[in-house]
């Protein structure tokens, strides 16, 4: 790995001023994207900005909504009471995050500053109706995630905390990649407090988006029957060694049940 | 170069590091503690586990800057006045390894495990468990016994 300078800011605001100080910063969460991306030397920045010692870890539980500090490790979010108890399927997307030990380390503003297109955090955000916080703004999920590795972020912008509203129900399914517990489909769905129904899949294109067909139906009625008769286009998926496109599509299919069946 | 300073098994150590220099390379190479090894180096295989105040990490993804401050626990600080870890104990007893290499990671996660879900653990939540773990050699049968039976004695 190439060397950098190393910072550890303990405020926000000095953490951006060293990005824009940086010849070519890089924020570091947990590090577990961006430390194996380095070593292989896809990424070689002049500085690391450390994102620990800002210290914003922690969930509070509103009445309409639950917002969880961007600093907040993937164990954390599903060991969190709350959380379990306002939005389970939030909480058990967490716990399925890669391993144990990769959930001590990564953080939600981490998985959604990085927007791999396998993750699961940008499911449950578009699915949700999330609002990502930033040192700068509030941008909602529908306009924050813009592609492969994209986001509406700019280069020293860094999220401070997530709010999900809490739906009326909500779960998700996927089928994870055996060998990087990456999602090869993720599924997330949502009722809200007024029955209508959102879908977001991770893991099958390039970016999360919305089955807009899937949604529809479940908007009348909130079961996996309402999804008989929708074939999902392959058209526009990914394609690789582990699965074609129309596999990936089945998948969506099927994990869009397996989510029906946990939401709570 | 930075200099960090952390507790690691109990022990106050300093060093000055580099950016770039892993915890792994740390305990390693710095400290001489060649218990924690390095298998895929990509975060995957576990063999590198230590726990960092109190919860298990991949030490070959994290930096030793970014440990500044923390309390380690390595392989070498699980036995206590020349007697093995139970967990340890167990894994001998067991014969949960052949070629050895990922067993310092394993016993590393199990503690961990066993610290969050207590010491009845079923063969599920066992599994689950050491996803992060990876060994070539056993087929993991007979590390499942030795955690399950390490567990109970912690």
Same mark, same amino acid.
């Given at each position: ?124 955000? &578009? ?110 998926? +990914? ?11 089945? &998948? ?13 | ?7 690691? +098994? ?22 001489? &503690? ?107 049968? +007979? ?12």
């Amino acid at each position: 790995m190439e060397n950098f300078n190393y910072h550890r800011p303990s405020k926000v605001a000095d953490a951006v001023k060293l990005m824009k100080k940086a010849k070519d910063g890089k924020y570091l969460a947990g590090g577990h994207t961006l430390v194996p991306t380095m070593k292989q030397g896809l990424a070689t920045p002049t500085d690391i900005i450390d994102l620990s010692g800002l210290k914003n870890a922690g969930v509070k539980v509103g009445a309409k909504s639950v917002v969880i500090q961007a600093g907040t490790t993937h164990a954390a979010v599903a060991a969190d009471k709350g959380v379990r108890k306002a939005i389970p399927g939030l909480a058990a997307l967490a716990g399925g995050i890669g391993d144990p030990h990769v959930r001590h380390k990564g953080t939600i503003g981490g998985s959604l500053a990085n927007n791999d297109p396998a993750a699961d955090y940008p499911a449950a955000c &578009l699915a949700l109706g999330a609002t990502i916080h930033t040192n700068a703004r509030k941008i909602p999920a529908d306009k924050y995630f813009t592609g492969l590795f994209s986001t509406a972020l700019k280069d020293d912008e860094i999220i401070t905390a997530v709010e999900f509203p809490i739906p009326k129900k909500s779960g998700y399914a996927k089928f994870p990649n055996p060998a990087s517990l990456y999602a090869m489909v993720g599924v997330y769905v949502v009722q809200d407090g007024k029955g209508a129904a959102r879908v977001a899949v991770t893991g099958a294109g390039p970016g999360v988006f919305r089955q807009a067909d899937m949604e529809v139906a479940l908007s009348k009625s909130f079961k996996a029957d309402a999804l008989a008769g929708i074939a999902v286009k392959p058209r526009g998926l +990914n394609s690789d060694i582990h699965g074609s496109a129309a596999y990936r599509a089945h &998948l969506i299919s099927v994990m869009a049940r397996r989510a029906l069946a946990a939401a709570k | 170069m930075p200099t960090v300073s952390m507790t690691v +098994n109990g022990k106050a150590v300093k060093g000055e590091v580099e950016g770039r220099t892993l915890l792994v390379e740390f305990i390693r190479e710095h400290l001489g &503690l060649t218990g924690t090894h390095v298998g895929c180096d990509t975060s995957q295989c576990g063999a590198c586990v230590v726990h960092v105040d109190g919860k298990a990490v991949k030490s070959c993804s994290t930096l030793a800057a970014a440990c500044d401050g923390a309390a380690v626990t390595t392989i070498e600080g699980l036995a206590k006045d020349g007697k093995l870890h139970p967990m340890q104990e167990s894994f001998r007893e067991h014969h949960g390894l052949q070629c050895g290499f990922c067993t310092p990671g394993m016993i590393m996660s199990a503690v961990d495990l066993v610290k969050r879900e207590g010491k009845k653990l079923d063969e599920d939540t066992i599994r689950h468990g050491l996803e992060g773990n990876i060994c070539r050699c056993t087929g993991y049968q +007979n590390i499942v016994k030795a955690v399950q039976a390490g567990a109970e004695k912690m």
